[in-house]
């Protein structure tokens, strides 16, 4: 079984014990000490970090409470929806009903209506973006919206990009809050016939004289088995099975059409017959390298990277035991002895969105600001712009000199900025300069740093290398306080979940 962890250091590039994993008991329920320390451990990765009244109120449950208030989710209903969801047959509509006809126009009306539509789209994306972190923020099922995240990263689609519109992106990110700790199969069917990523990937040209393989070759190479389960043979025969679904670009759905599927024989991973997309997926996931390649992506996000191959084959059992749903599965990831061991504990780099939104659920904010949407372009992540197919790659990539400096300017913008007066822990941090440090320690950090890193904060809140007015007092608390909360956020172990 797993030991109550004791460490208090930085772990961030600083040799920390990486403790000894018992495979045959690393998912079993974690029986050790749960304080307030683990339950924000729980919190960062089964959400986006959280409030010190968050901390302490799930620190105060079981560690089986905790979890099942995650995994249940709540009811979201009060949230608001997106106050900007555009879709270009808007546009195109306003210009046919004014008597415009496709294929009538000259080239400057086909401009001032592309340029229109361009700017509308980039509006709606900016406005949707603000929306989900905001929903990120104040959700009262974070797992719910860490699954959407996780997602959105695996089954990657690009706005606007092949023509992705912002109502298309935004269903898609609907179908992966929908089906959030649902059966993986179903949603792999449904990602494959939601028209952003048919769109994305090509699905939506194909047909039988000209079978499109990208969507057949990354179905298999990054969302299902991976490089080396399948063959080119296997992505020909893959093609031919999806085709019959097309767009449908005046309704915005998408439909099977009989006539345009290859209804051939078609021989796929060994077995054959006259298969359907349908059929691809179902054979795809009776294939024992999809519960590992899950489990695989599972244990690199919410546990730790380069998990061991004893522990991916575990949680692929679990996977395969459970059908593919996966509320059983990150249920006992959740509760599990490797989940709250030293060897998982800060071993994960916060990706940008978990960094900001975690640092607006430090200072207990209730709504996000254009800080957060400026500093994720400059930490290098956009929300419904992944870089490519693969999503975002994610771990020690996130660190960079810039990215790092990034981070660094976020948390001085918001230090400094007046949404700090409402803070109401940070107004009761104490005056005395050792104190206060341990305070903003253990707030932000929940003791997560090193007795160097203590005394450094401290030696600042007591003005030490500078001569502006000393010791910490009541003329220069605020200014003092704010900086040290920089200061802590700062520190190596701020950047990891």
């Known amino acids: ?177 929908n089906n959030a ?14 028209p952003g990523m048919m769109i994305y990937l090509d699905n939506a040209r194909s047909d039988p004289q000209h079978p499109n393989e990208n969507y057949a070759r990354e179905l298999m190479e990054l969302f299902t088995l991976g490089v080396g389960n399948y063959t080119e043979q296997d992505v020909r025969e893959s093609a031919r099975a999806w085709t019959g679904w097309i767009l449908r670009p005046r309704v915005g759905d998408v439909q099977f059409v009989a006539s345009r599927h290859d209804d051939g024989t078609k021989t796929f991973l060994g077995q054959t017959g006259n298969w359907s997309g349908r059929d691809v997926v179902d054979i795809i ?41 996966l509320k059983p599965v990150m249920s006992t990831l959740l509760r599990s002895n490797v989940f709250y061991s030293n060897r998982s504990y800060r071993a994960l780099v916060k990706s940008p969105v978990e960094f900001v939104i975690g640092t607006y659920k430090a200072f207990d904010a209730k709504q996000i600001d254009d800080r957060a949407q400026r500093g994720l372009v400059q930490m290098g992540q956009i929300l419904f712009y992944p870089p490519n197919v693969a999503g975002w790659p994610g771990g020690a990539n996130w660190l960079t000199s810039q990215t790092v400096i990034a981070r660094e300017n976020f948390v001085a913008s918001l230090v400094n900025s007046p949404m700090i ?46 001569s502006a007015l000393g010791m910490l007092s009541g003329e220069n608390y605020p200014e003092r306080i704010r900086g040290a909360a920089y200061l802590t956020m700062a520190m190596p172990a701020y950047q990891l979940n």
Do not use: C
């Open 285 to 325: 996931f009776k294939q024992p390298a999809s519960a590992v390649f899950f489990a695989n992506s599972l244990l690199n996000f919410f546990v730790y990277n380069g998990p061991e191959s004893q522990l991916v084959d575990a949680v692929a059992k679990l996977i395969q035991k459970n059908d593919f749903n």
């Open 1 to 177: 079984m797993a030991t109550a962890l004791t460490l208090r250091t930085d772990v961030a590039g600083i040799y920390r014990p990486a403790g000894h994993l018992d495979f045959s008991t690393a998912l079993a329920p974690y029986k050790g000490e749960w304080d307030e320390r683990l339950a924000a451990h729980l919190l960062r990765r089964a959400g986006f970090g959280s409030s010190p009244d968050d901390a302490k109120r799930f620190g105060g449950m079981s560690v089986h409470a905790a979890v099942d208030a995650l995994v249940n989710f709540p009811s979201t209903d009060a949230l608001p929806a997106p106050d900007n969801l555009y879709d270009p047959r808007t546009t195109l509509m306003q210009y046919f009903q004014s008597g415009a006809r496709p294929g009538m126009l000259d080239d400057m009306s086909r401009r001032k209506i592309g340029q229109e539509v361009r700017k509308n789209e980039r509006d709606s994306l900016i406005s949707l973006q603000r929306w989900w972190l905001n929903r990120m923020l104040t959700t009262p099922a974070p797992l719910q919206e860490k699954m959407a995240l996780y997602f959105h990263g695996y089954f990657t689609t690009a706005a606007i990009q092949k023509g992705v519109s912002p109502v298309m992106i935004y269903n898609q990110n609907q179908l992966f809050r």
């Open 421 to 466: 007066d409402d803070v109401d822990w940070m107004r009761q941090v104490p005056m005395k300069a050792l104190q206060a440090a341990q305070d903003l320690v253990q707030t932000v950090l929940h003791g997560d740093a090193s007795p160097q890193g203590v005394a450094q904060l401290t030696d600042y809140l007591n003005g030490a290398n500078t």
């Open 181 to 194: 700790l649902g059966n993986l199969r179903e949603l792999t069917w449904q990602v494959s016939i939601d």
